[in-house]
């Protein structure tokens, strides 16, 4: 079942990236409630990384399947005070949106791990309730993260808000691509865009991403959260 599910979603993946003309991005399996046994079949259908939103929950898992070598993805907001505990659990943090998480991850990640991958997430809506900075703010942040040593900057990350109308999260994620590339042109290393779920992942690989983030298609409907 969840190899089906898989299979169906990275074919049409890669459906959407050759349609468009694109590569096909990577794919984030997002294991948020899931069990670290659903995880591990998924793993054994051969999917590697994997996005969790909260570092107590994720810490559990991680732990759990430790032997599997699977790469984990912080995908939720991260407070200051679990820092120190995100730095070392997750290969790659996707929500940095605010200077001060930069020195604490970077003070943090141990010297015996490869740098921690690191995206900016940006408030691409302007919404008031929302994680994510500024799009103004990025160029600050990029320069901070790039030149701490133990923190690899990646790329940008963004959720549009839930427009039932396609065509404005469209319009989110082509701003996305436009300050993507801003990025990248200051940035050599930056090589990730990351942005579209479940519902609207075609338009994101559309407008340029190279990862999405995807639960529902891949796991089934989520319970309670
Ligand atoms: C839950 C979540 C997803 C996946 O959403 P689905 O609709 O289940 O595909 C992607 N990104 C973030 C940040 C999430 O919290």
Redesign the pocket.
Known sequence: MLAQRLNATLQSLENAAIGEGRPVPRLLA?S?TRTAMEIAALAVAGQHAF?E?YVQEAHAKIRELATQNLEWHL??HLQSNKAELAANLFDWVQTVDRIKLVPALAGFRSPDRAPLNVLIQVNIDDEASKHGCDPRAIAGLAAAIAAEPRLALRGLMA?PAPHPELEMRRAAYRRMAGLFADLTMRHQQVDTLSMG???DFPLAVAEGATMV?????LFGP?GRE
């Open positions: 997002v948020k996005g939103n995908i939720g959720i779920m479940s519902d983030r995807i639960g529902t298609a989520r």
